[in-house]
């Protein structure tokens, strides 16, 4: 079992920046895969980006937010991060992390957080 917390969420004007962070329950963080969904006002969740397991050599981002987002992870921390660059007012959501097995589909993600709302102002 692995429980999320994110946090870091707010209100920032276009062009600005915020860190989300997610911080894991248990022992066993570096064994997941990390990933970042959204849920943007009237739409689906989406896929944001997704780190592999154990050192994290592995990234992936959706065409939205690549060049502009980055995941990363402290696994002394129990800790994944999505820095989050050039923010446009689509970029406005409840963004939620997700534990779990590498990929770009909730199904892969057994657990999530509770969701941070990030909003954009133009």
């Known amino acids: 079992q692995v429980q999320l917390v994110e946090s870091g969420g707010g209100l920032v004007q276009a062009g600005g920046s915020l860190r989300l962070s997610c911080a894991a329950s248990?022992?066993?963080?570096?064994?997941?895969?990390m990933g970042w969904f959204r849920r943007c006002p009237g739409k689906e969740r989406e896929f944001v980006a997704s780190?592999?397991?154990?050192?994290?050599?592995?990234?992936y981002y959706a065409d939205s937010v690549k060049g502009r987002f980055t995941i990363s992870r402290d696994n002394a921390k129990n800790t994944v991060y999505l820095q989050m660059n050039s923010l446009k007012s689509e970029d406005t959501a409840v963004y939620y992390c997700?534990?779990?097995?590498?990929?770009?589909?909730?199904?892969?993600?057994?657990?999530w957080g509770q969701g941070t709302q990030v909003t954009v102002s133009s």
């Open positions: 997700a534990a779990g097995l590498i990929g770009t589909t909730p199904v892969a993600y057994p657990y």
């Open positions: 248990g022992r066993t963080f570096s064994a997941y895969a």
């Open positions: 780190i592999s397991r154990g050192s994290g050599g592995d990234t």
